[in-house]
């Protein structure tokens, strides 16, 4: 990768101006990992970009704070520290929020997360100023007696501080683990004003870890959303619960909807409606969704809840929820998926398990607002082994760092990431800064999503009265070396000028039997996302620039192929064009009933699909599964006549094509897992 500096030239640098500057870009520690990041911006007249986490070493071990001040308008660090205790009295500590506010007419930040005293994890709050000068910070004891403790979220509000967070004995998940949420409210010099332990308490549960991921202040007090356990003592719900400023109990109304890990992440309070819209997280769909609920009350408006989901995508949890910048009546979910191939930057199809993305959508109906994406950010995830390990499982269990916002003053966002770096493997923080039409600097895809409403199962929620002692403590700042890259190759200008000539130029496809790969000719990564409709009543498959695609037919047909594709410019401009290929594979296969008779059973299928060979002896060897986005998820053997047996336990619900190949051609069929 090349350094932002070398890499941008003076043309482009005054192109982007013009239209409007984005970018993308990525924060590299040499031989460091980064891990839990999160961003927010100052209010003060430099709109200036706080991005912070915690900054692991090359063994992945002595975690320190990060925190980066960048320039809005192009991305350049205007300052960078960690932070430590020369007394080294204070050890291990890491940081998971921070909230911008002003103290005494200046620009401060307060910081929450956890540092390690005599072996024990404690909360605690720090303060910075707009420079990054520390400026003194408390840990607190007995939040729980001899538990740790940690800060997950943190604002500012009633000229004080107020934190969510979770305690437990020994970090593992596990039965009876004394886990619960807590919530601390303190003035602005870190004492004590009021404690909460915030629980569901159900002694046989067999998965237990309470805890606090969200404070949202309303009209009339906080709205408190996390995680609470909930019979039938295996699985985790939606924490929502309401406190009063004072901190005594208003409502509550937490619930489950999944099978596993249900849990809150993050709110938006509506002022015009008195409405929370609460954005959640389900084991069950391995997907998000967002809970609407009357702030006065608690009470779920079902028409405007809803879950999300794409059962060919898989693992895509939202994190951050917030305003859209084109129209108040929308709102935006940012988030991660688990697993997806992403252009790096240098337009190579690779893997990546972090992947981000947004969705607009309507407030009233969760319906899909415009055009939104995911981003190509390639990324693998460190064997962290660690308590706030970004992926356990399917999704991650306690944290979910704010990784994105609307930017206060224009109608921009901003996103962090996590990019491996391609030299090294290392952790880099990926910033993106986006237009209105969430369209970034880098590869992006176009993200679709269907709703389904949730139903909620109530679960009781339990607060109890705490007393932490406050304790001291001071760190200093350290200046690290660093590298900024730019993402992707930016030589490239997008114009709607030649896209009808680069699409008329075409694709060519190449196929396998009834497998034919599809490559556009004249495309560009950098600005087109193409949609491919195979012409067979098959689902809409998108794909990048000239990346290729492939797809699996049923029957030896004509087929008409279509390419649509969007051009995204730098200024947030769209166009778009098409074209059609007929692609004739009449000629593959063989024709039904020439050598043999196939049939399959049952169909749909859940755990064995049978095999039957009649009629004409063939001499029929292999066969190759294959789900409809032609990705082959199994392969075997088959005899050559009677009934051969295969195994699709290991299948995830949905179509696929079994390929069976003969002496004279290749037999087909569709099935369907369930």
């Not at 930040?109 to 720090?126: D, K, P, Q, R, Y």
């Not at 356990?229 to 406190?243: D, G, H, M, R």
């Not at 992403?342 to 607002?369: C, H, M, R, W």
Request: charged share 15%; proline share 3%; with cysteine.
């Amino acid at each position: 990768m090349k350094t932002k500096l070398l890499l941008m030239s003076g043309l482009i640098i005054m192109y982007i101006s013009l239209k409007g500057q984005l970018f993308q870009e990525n924060f590299q520690v040499p031989i460091n990992y980064f891990h839990t990041a999160f961003t927010d911006q100052l209010s003060d007249t430099t709109n200036d970009l706080i991005v912070m986490g915690s900054l692991f070493d090359d063994a992945l071990d002595n975690p320190k704070i990060q925190a980066i001040r960048l320039d809005e308008v192009n991305g350049n660090i205007v300052w960078q520290f960690t932070y430590h205790d020369p007394n080294n009295i204070v050890k291990n500590p890491r940081i998971f929020d921070f909230v911008e506010y002003t103290e005494g007419g200046d620009q401060m930040l307060a910081l929450t997360g956890s540092v390690e005293v005599s072996g024990t994890n404690h909360v605690f709050i720090a303060k910075l100023d707009a420079t990054g000068a520390y400026l003194g910070g408390a840990y607190y004891t007995n939040i729980v007696p001899s538990a740790n403790s940690q800060g997950l979220h943190i604002i500012y509000s009633q000229q004080g501080f107020v934190v969510g967070g979770f305690t437990n004995m020994d970090y593992i998940q596990g039965n009876n683990d004394p886990t619960s949420g807590f919530v601390l409210r303190t003035d602005l010099n870190f004492n004590p004003v009021w404690t909460k332990e915030v629980s569901a308490d159900y002694t046989d549960a067999m998965n237990d870890y309470d805890m606090v991921n969200h404070i949202l202040e309303t009209s009339d007090g906080y709205f408190i959303t996390g995680s609470v356990n909930s019979p039938p003592f295996t699985q985790q719900s939606v924490l929502c619960l309401k406190l009063d400023f004072n901190g005594n109990f208003v409502w509550s109304n937490s619930y489950y909807f999944g099978n596993s890990t249900d849990l809150g992440v993050d709110g938006y309070y509506d002022s015009y409606t008195d409405e929370i819209f609460v954005l959640a997280n389900y084991s069950q769909r391995h997907y998000f969704g967002v809970t609407v609920l009357d702030n006065s009350t608690g009470t779920i408006n079902m028409a405007k809840s809803w879950t999300a989901y794409d059962w060919d995508n898989l693992n895509r949890y939202g994190f951050s929820i917030f305003e859209s910048a084109s129209d108040t009546m929308n709102l935006v979910v940012s988030g991660y998926m688990r697993d997806g191939f992403v252009l790096d930057q240098d337009s190579v199809l690779v893997n990546s398990q972090s992947i981000p993305f947004v969705y607009e959508f309507e407030k009233a109906t969760g319906n899909q607002v415009g055009q939104v994406y995911y981003y190509h950010v390639p990324y693998t995830h460190p064997p962290f082994n660690d308590y706030f390990d970004f992926w356990n499982g399917q999704m991650p269990l306690i944290y979910y760092p704010d990784m994105s916002f609307k930017m206060s003053h224009d109608d921009y966002y901003f996103h962090v990431a996590y990019r491996t770096d391609s030299s090294n493997s290392f952790t880099n923080i990926e910033m993106i800064k986006t237009d209105a039409g969430h369209v970034n600097q880098c590869y992006r895809d176009p993200v679709v999503l269907n709703l389904d409403p949730i139903i909620i199962n109530s679960v009781a929620t339990d607060t109890n009265n705490l007393n932490p002692t406050k304790v001291d403590f001071n760190l200093t700042e350290d200046i690290f070396s660093y590298v900024m890259n730019v993402s992707c190759e930016t030589e490239t200008i997008c114009d709607c000028e030649h896209l009808a000539e680069d699409v008329a130029a075409g694709f060519t496809y190449t196929n396998t039997g009834l497998t034919v790969n599809f490559t556009p000719l004249a495309l560009s990564a950098n600005c087109d996302s193409v949609e491919w409709n195979f012409g067979d009543n098959s689902a809409l498959v998108n794909s990048q620039g000239n990346q290729t695609v492939t797809h699996t037919y049923v029957w030896p047909e004509l087929y008409d192929v279509c390419m649509k594709v969007t051009r995204y410019l730098n200024d947030g401009t769209v166009c778009s064009d098409s074209i059609c290929t007929r692609i004739d594979l009449t000629n593959v296969g063989i024709v039904e009933g020439k050598v043999a008779s196939i049939s399959i059973r049952p169909n749909p299928v859940k755990d064995a699909l049978y095999i039957a060979i009649e009629g004409k002896r063939s001499i029929i060897g292999d066969y190759q599964i294959v789900d409809i986005m032609g990705k082959m998820v199994m392969e075997g053997a088959v005899a050559g006549t009677g009934t051969s047996v295969i195994s699709t336990s290991e299948l995830t619900n949905g179509l696929y094509i079994i390929q069976i190949n003969t002496t004279e051609g290749i037999l087909t069929r569709k099935f369907v897992k369930e």
